[in-house]
């Protein structure tokens, strides 16, 4: 089943009993992006929509959430039980990025996430910055970091750790999917 990120932020919107004007003032995006997203005219990268959540307030994990999410009691979690936060926002471009949750977070402090960037794969020129920290593991390929003015390559096995209200941005320029699983308190997306 596809999911529909325009109808599912028109939904959201008036469930908050928000116009498209007041959501973008609180977002501090200007009105056509919301009406573009809506209609599916655009499709927003993940900082963008994130920015026009927070507007709400409504996390990623919230927006892609459905009824079907597993049990906030379960322990162990199957790959298929994952939950897919942000592929759908970029399906079928060059440079998707699929983040996959492992859990419910309601009554959590930490995210866990198996990330995957496409090669050409980017966060996005604006750098992302929340209160939190994180922290991962290459596990395949090849990811550029960058946190603050410093920058790396990390390959498989590399891991990094740093405070996220620092401005940070994700970038694979390999040939190769990089693939990472990451944790991140409290939870971001």
Do not use: W
């Not at 992302?128 to 090849?142: M, T």
């Amino acid at each position: 089943m596809e999911f529909n990120v325009g109808a599912r932020l028109k939904q959201v919107r008036e469930t908050h009993g928000l116009s498209q004007r007041q959501l973008a003032q609180r977002a501090g995006v200007t009105n056509g992006t919301i009406s573009l997203i809506e209609q599916n005219r655009c499709s927003p990268s993940v900082s963008s929509l994130r920015k026009v959540l927070q507007g709400i307030p409504m996390t990623l994990a919230e927006f892609f959430s459905s009824d079907d999410l597993p049990p906030r009691e379960q322990i162990f979690f199957k790959s298929g039980d994952l939950v897919e936060l942000t592929s759908v926002l970029v399906k079928n471009k060059v440079g998707s990025i699929s983040f996959r949750q492992v859990g419910d977070l309601r009554g959590r402090n930490l995210q866990i996430l198996h990330e995957r960037y496409a090669p050409g794969a980017d966060t996005g020129r604006t750098m992302l910055q929340h209160e939190s920290e994180e922290g991962g593991i290459v596990v395949k390929g090849q990811i550029e970091l960058t946190v603050g003015d410093r920058k790396e390559i990390l390959g498989p096995g590399d891991a990094y750790l740093f405070d996220s209200r620092i401005p940070h941005r994700f970038r694979n320029l390999g040939d190769e999917e990089c693939e990472l699983i990451s944790a991140c308190t409290p939870p971001y997306l």
